[in-house]
């Protein structure tokens, strides 16, 4: 009998143990912004590693262009076709997408732009390498895109006398 309320005492400290340490990661990860990574490729598996190991951003989908990568899974997070995210936005409760793809041209950013707007989701992209080797900048430090940076061209300056002669 002594050894039956020894076995059970155990038992129940082990389960106590691991109800406790899921309550807190649960809680811990509640705290956490939504995110959807758009690119599988290095830059992406990287980028998610180190959300992994950070407590800024909880990546809950990642996007890609190319059909084999689509339904395969990286470290747990599944991979989806781009013209799943607005459904994926509503399922995951997602607050931004974060642009994964260094090398991405300007046109293809741009037409990410115009999926997101309607959707009311910012797109946020990685620093530059040079920034992040120099220590300037780090992998979280993440920077908003706005459509400046797609452009191709310095922005042009409304000219006022024009304007109000059309307006």
Do not use: C, W
Not at 136 to 150: A, F, G, H, T
């Amino acid at each position: 009998t002594i050894l039956a309320v020894i076995g059970l005492t155990t038992a129940f400290m082990a389960a106590g143990r691991l109800v406790l340490r899921e309550v807190f990661y649960l809680l811990r990860k509640a705290d956490k912004p939504n995110v959807i990574l758009y690119g599988a490729g290095d830059a992406g598996r990287q980028l998610l590693t180190s959300f992994a190991q950070s407590a800024s951003h909880r990546v809950v989908a990642m996007l890609d262009d190319a059909p084999e990568l689509q339904g395969t899974e990286v470290h747990g997070v599944r991979i989806y076709p781009p013209l799943a995210l607005a459904s994926l936005k509503e399922r995951f409760q997602v607050q931004a997408v974060i642009l994964a793809a260094p090398s991405m041209p300007r046109e293809r950013k741009n037409q990410i732009l115009q999926q997101l707007e309607p959707l009311g989701l910012p797109l946020k992209s990685l620093p530059s390498v040079s920034d992040i080797l120099s220590g300037r900048k780090s992998v979280s430090d993440l920077q908003q895109v706005s459509i400046e940076d797609v452009l191709g061209r310095d922005p042009v300056t409304p000219n006022l006398e024009l304007m109000r002669k059309k307006v």
